[in-house]
C-alpha cells in the first residue's frame, strides 16, 4: 500500500519537460474551458499551440457542459441572477459561432446534462415537474422535455449508455442514493447498488461493460466499478487508497481510468489504472491541487486544471504524465476543461 | 486554560500515533468493548485525524507576530489572540461575501471593508497587504483596537475595559449579539485559553487563559432561562425578523449548508437585522456548543438566492412557484469560512443532530441530495461551505443520530468486514466459503457454500448496548441452485432457533427471519451450510432492526 507512488516518472519528473510546440500543435483537438477573466464566467477555447478564443460572452454566467458526439456544439448551462433569485438555463452553443438554443425556460434546476452517443436527445436533472427528476430533452428550442423518472425524493446525475439504449441515474427513492439502470424512455428500471450508504455519479466505460461510480460505503469516498447488471463490484484503486477519490474519466479505449484523489491540505492529485485492474500509478505530483482531467479524443494526452503556479489554469499533458504543459495564462481562474474532436 | 490543555493533549496524541505509521485496522473488536454510544466511540484514528485537520489551519508560528503586532500599538496580546482565536481559529481566513451588504472578511483579524482600509491605512500598508499577509493583518487589527481605546478614553492596563473596543472592531450592532460576542466568546477565550499547533507540531499561537471579566452588560439570556427554540430544543431562540410564510402545500424536502464567512455572534446578530433583508433558520457555532434558532421551520428563512418563477417560464407550473430554494429548503449556518481548512469537530457533530432532527421533522430524505452546499445551488456567486466541509462523515453522522442503517436503530450486518462498523457489526466466514459478486447482492458480494453435513456457519455478529428485542431480516442473490432451505441460526435470550428460508426466491431484498428478544452485548445470527445436499447457501447481509 505505501508503495503507490509515481513509479519514477510523475509530475514530469521523467525529464521531457514540457511538450514542445511541434508536438502541442500536433495533437487533434481543443480543449473549452470556463475562464472569470472577463469578471463574469465564460466560455473559452484553447487550442494545444495556446491559443485561446472567446466561446460565449454576455453578463450571464456560463458552464460548459459536455461537447455533443459530432463536435460541433457545445451544451452549456447560463447562470442569471434577477432580483436576488437565481435561474439556470440549458442551451446548445454551436462552436463554429452563432447564437446559443435554449432548450427551455430559465428555472432553478437544470443541471448534470449528458448526450446521447448519436447527439439526437439530452438527459438531464430538471426541477420543472419535482424536486428533481432524470429527463429527456431535444437539442431544439421549444421541444418540451420527458419525464424518465417520477421520484418524490428525487433522482439525479444521468449516465447515457454508450450505445444509447439506457440512462444510469441515482435515486434517492429507499431513503439513500442508489445507482439504476432503465431504458431509454425510462421503463424497465433496475436497482445496482444495495446499500445503505451513497453510491451515487455514475458513469459508463466507453464500451458499455462498466459503470464507475462513488460510494462511501467504507466510510470515505471511494470509486467502484460494477458491471451494468449490478454483478463483479470492486474498488478501482484496490489496496491502494490514496485519499477520498472523484472525478474519473475513461480513456477513449476504455482500458484506463484516470481520476483524483483528494489529499491533506486542500492538495489534490491525478491517478491513472487499467481497468482491468492493477495498480494505479500518480500522474501528478499532488503538491498542490491538480484535478478535472479530461482525455483528448485520441487518447494521448489529457487535460487538468491545476493550482500549482498560484493561478487556477489548464494545463495539458501526455496519458503517461510527461510533458505538464500550462495551457491557458489568464490570471483569473480557468477550469472546466473540455476537449472538443478536431473534424 | 483546558481548551489549551486540550489542543495539546490531542496533537501529542496525533504525533504519537502518525509516529507509528498507518495503523492496522482492528477487525475483531473484544466483547468486552465498551457499549456503543449514540455514536461509534472515536477511535485514536479519529482523534489523530481531528488533530491533523486543526493543526492545518495554523501552519506557520505566529506567537512572535502576535506580539511585534501588540508591542507596536500598545494592545494587550492576549486580546489581540482572543479576537483572532474566535474569529478564525487562528486561520489566516480568505473571505467571500456570504450576506449581501456585508463585507467578506479576511486574515487572521478578520478584518472587513471599512475596517480593512482603515487598518491598513493607520499601520501604513496597503489594503492587499492586509488581506494576503498575517503580519499586515495583525498589525491593521491591532492599529485599530489601538485608535478606538483612545478615542473610549481606555486605560489599557485594565484588560476588562477592553470589550467596548472589541465590540468597535467588529460589526455587530445589535446589542445581544454584541453581549454574546464580549462574554460568551472573546473573554471566554481570555478566561479559558486557547492554542494552536503548526502540523509539525510545533506550538503555532499559545493564548494562557487568566481571570477577567468584561466590562460591558450582560447578554439577558445569560442570566437567566435561555428562551428555547419552537422547533430545535436545545437551540436558544433568538427570532429573526426576516421571513415570510411557505407557499400552503409545500414539502419541505432539503437542508442548505452555509458558513457565515465570520463568527458566530456577528452571524446570528446580522440575521436578526431587519436591515439586512437574509436570514437563515438556524446558526451553529464554531465549538457546537451552541445553536440559535431563528426563524421557525414551518416559516419560509432567506438564505438562498435561487428561485423559480413561472412568469419566467411560460407561465406554466405555477403550482411549483413553490420551487425556490427558500421555499422548500431549511437553512443552517455555521460560524466558520468556506476557505477555512478544516471544520472543528464539534461543530460537524452538532449540525448533524440539528440536521438529524430537521429531517425526522419535515421528511427530509438524509443523503447528500437533499443536505446540500449553499454554493451547489448558486454556483454563480457562492461557495459555501467550501471545499472542506466532510460531507461523508457529516452525512453518516445524521444518519447514525437518527438510527439509519448502520446506526443505532437498525444495525446491517454486510458479509464484507470493510463495508461494517467495527464497533457494532462483524462477519466471521470461514476460509471454505467462497466469495461472489453475481448481480444483486448488498454491499460488496457474498459468501456462498455448498451445502453439505458440515457445521462450518458464516457468523454475523451484531452488538447491542441495551437489551431488547429486534426483528432480524436477511439478503441474499436468489438462483436456482441455491437451497430451499438454507438454515439461518439465531441466538437470542431464550436460546436458539433456526429459520429455513428459500433463498430461490425473495432475491435482493430484504426476507424478515422473524422478531426476538437479546441481550445486552454481541450478539450473533449464523448461517449454516448443513441442509439438503446439491445446492449452495448465500450469506450476503443481515439486517437488525
Known amino acids: 500500500m505505501l508503495g503507490v507512488g509515481c513509479s519514477g516518472r510523475c509530475g514530469g519528473a521523467s525529464g521531457a519537460g514540457p511538450l514542445s510546440k511541434e508536438e502541442a500543435r500536433a495533437i487533434p483537438g481543443a480543449v473549452v474551458f470556463l475562464s472569470e477573466r472577463a469578471g463574469q464566467k465564460d466560455v473559452w477555447q484553447v487550442s494545444p499551440d495556446g491559443t485561446e478564443t472567446q466561446i460565449t460572452r454576455g453578463p450571464e454566467d456560463d458552464y460548459p457542459g459536455p461537447v455533443s458526439p459530432d463536435g460541433k456544439s457545445l451544451l452549456v448551462v447560463a447562470v442569471r441572477e434577477v432580483d436576488g433569485l437565481q435561474f439556470q438555463q440549458l442551451r446548445v452553443q454551436p462552436l463554429a459561432g452563432g447564437d446559443a438554443v435554449p432548450l427551455h425556460a430559465p428555472r432553478a434546476r437544470a443541471r448534470n446534462a449528458v448526450w446521447a452517443p448519436d447527439g439526437s436527445w439530452l438527459s438531464a436533472e430538471s426541477d420543472a415537474q419535482g424536486f428533481s427528476d432524470v429527463v429527456r430533452l431535444e437539442p431544439r428550442a421549444d421541444v418540451p422535455e420527458v419525464r424518465l423518472t417520477q421520484v418524490k425524493e428525487g433522482c439525479f446525475e444521468p449516465a447515457i449508455s454508450p450505445d444509447g439504449q439506457e440512462v444510469a441515474f441515482v435515486c434517492s427513492r429507499e431513503g439513500d442514493p442508489e445507482i439504476y439502470v432503465a431504458k431509454a424512455d425510462g421503463t424497465n428500471e433496475r436497482r445496482l447498488t444495495a446499500f445503505h450508504r451513497e453510491d451515487r455519479a455514475p458513469v459508463w466505460s466507453p464500451d458499455g461493460k462498466w459503470i464507475v461510480f462513488v460510494s462511501d460505503r467504507e466510510n470515505r469516498e471511494r470509486l467502484y466499478l460494477i458491471r451494468p447488471d449490478g454483478s463483479d463490484l470492486r474498488a478501482v484503486s484496490g489496496e491502494s487508497f490514496s485519499g477520498d477519490e472523484r472525478e474519473p474519466a475513461f480513456s477513449p479505449d476504455g482500458k484506463h481510468l484516470v481520476y483524483v484523489s483528494r489529499e491533506p491540505e486542500a492538495r489534490a492529485r491525478l491517478w491513472r489504472v487499467p481497468v482491468e485492474g492493477g495498480v494505479p500509478v500518480a500522474l501528478t505530483e499532488g503538491q498542490r491541487r491538480d484535478d478535472m482531467p479530461a482525455w483528448s479524443p485520441d487518447g494521448k494526452y489529457l487535460a487538468f486544471v491545476s493550482e500549482r503556479e498560484g493561478n487556477t489554469d489548464v494545463y495539458l499533458m501526455r496519458a503517461d504524465g510527461s510533458g505538464q504543459t500550462r495551457l491557458t495564462t489568464a490570471k483569473e481562474p480557468d477550469w472546466l476543461p473540455r476537449w472538443v474532436a478536431r473534424r | ?545
Open chain 2, 1 to 545: 486554560m483546558h481548551v489549551l490543555s486540550k489542543t495539546f493533549a490531542a496533537t501529542a496524541a496525533a504525533l504519537a500515533l502518525s509516529a507509528c505509521g498507518p495503523q492496522p485496522q482492528q477487525e475483531t473488536p473484544p466483547p468486552e468493548a465498551p457499549p456503543a454510544a449514540e455514536v461509534p466511540a472515536q477511535t485514536a484514528e479519529d482523534i489523530a485525524a481531528e488533530s491533523r485537520d486543526a493543526a492545518r489551519r495554523t501552519p506557520e508560528e505566529l506567537d512572535a507576530l502576535f506580539a511585534q503586532a501588540a508591542r507596536e500599538f500598545d494592545v494587550p496580546v492576549s486580546l489581540l489572540k482572543a479576537i483572532s482565536y474566535v474569529e478564525t481559529r487562528f486561520e489566516h481566513i480568505q473571505g467571500e461575501e456570504e450576506f449581501e451588504g456585508r463585507p467578506a472578511a479576511f486574515g487572521l483579524m478578520a478584518l472587513r471593508g471599512d475596517k480593512l482600509t482603515d487598518g491598513a491605512a493607520l499601520a501604513g500598508v496597503s489594503a492587499s497587504a492586509v488581506r494576503d499577509e498575517p503580519l499586515a493583518n495583525l498589525r491593521a487589527g491591532a492599529a485599530l483596537l489601538s485608535k478606538y481605546a483612545s478615542e473610549e478614553g481606555i486605560d489599557r492596563k485594565d484588560l476588562g475595559a477592553w470589550a467596548t473596543a472589541v465590540v468597535k472592531l467588529s460589526d455587530i450592532s445589535d446589542a445581544e449579539a454584541q453581549a454574546s460576542y464580549i462574554h460568551n466568546e472573546v473573554y471566554s477565550a481570555l478566561r479559558e485559553g486557547a492554542g494552536a499547533f503548526t502540523p509539525r507540531g510545533k506550538v503555532a499561537v499559545s493564548l494562557e487563559g487568566s481571570k477577567v471579566e468584561a466590562k460591558f452588560a450582560l447578554p439577558k439570556l445569560q442570566a437567566g432561562l435561555a428562551a428555547l427554540a419552537p422547533d430545535y430544543a436545545p437551540a436558544i431562540w433568538r427570532p429573526s425578523p426576516n421571513y415570510n410564510a411557505r407557499p400552503s402545500g409545500t414539502n419541505v424536502s432539503m437542508i442548505i449548508i452555509h458558513t457565515c464567512e465570520g463568527g458566530y455572534s456577528g452571524c446570528w446578530g446580522w440575521l436578526t437585522n431587519s436591515a439586512a433583508g437574509v436570514s437563515a433558520h438556524y446558526v451553529v457555532n464554531e465549538s457546537g456548543s451552541e445553536v440559535s434558532q431563528l426563524v421557525r421551520e414551518s416559516d419560509r428563512a432567506w438564505h438562498v438566492g435561487a428561485s423559480y418563477s413561472c412568469s419566467l417560464n411560460g407561465n406554466v407550473e405555477c403550482g411549483l412557484n413553490g420551487t425556490s430554494v427558500n421555499h422548500f429548503s431549511v437553512g443552517i449556518e455555521h460560524g466558520g469560512y468556506a476557505s477555512q481548512a478544516s471544520f472543528p469537530a464539534g461543530q460537524i457533530d452538532s449540525s448533524a443532530k440539528l440536521s438529524c432532527d430537521i429531517s425526522k421533522g419535515q421528511g427530509i430524505t438524509r443523503d447528500s441530495y437533499h443536505i446540500v452546499a449553499h454554493g451547489r445551488l448558486q454556483p454563480s456567486s457562492r461557495t459555501d461551505p467550501g471545499p472542506n466541509w466532510p460531507w461523508s462523515s457529516y452525512i453518516s453522522k445524521i444518519k447514525s443520530y437518527c438510527g439509519d442503517g448502520g446506526g443505532t436503530g437498525t444495525i446491517v450486518v454486510d458479509s464484507h468486514n470493510a463495508n461494517n462498523d467495527s464497533a457494532k457489526a462483524r462477519t466471521d466466514v470461514p476460509a471454505s466459503w467462497a466469495s461472489g459478486t453475481s448481480a444483486g447482492y448488498y454491499g460488496s458480494g457474498y459468501y456462498y457454500a455448498s451445502t453439505q453435513p458440515i457445521s462450518e456457519p458464516v457468523v454475523f455478529n451484531f452488538y447491542m448496548p441495551a437489551a431488547g428485542t429486534r426483528t432480524i431480516d436477511a439478503w441474499w442473490v436468489a438462483g436456482t441452485n441455491r437451497s430451499p432451505s438454507a438454515p439461518f441460526i439465531i441466538t437470542h435470550s431464550g436460546g436458539n432457533s433456526t429459520v429455513t428460508v428459500n433463498q430461490q426466491a425473495g432475491g435482493s431484498a430484504w426476507n424478515a427471519l422473524g422478531t426476538y428478544s437479546f441481550p445486552a452485548g454481541w450478539n450473533k445470527v449464523q448461517l449454516s451450510r448443513w441442509a439438503t445436499e446439491g445446492y449452495v447457501v448465500m450469506a450476503d447481509a443481515i439486517r437488525v432492526r
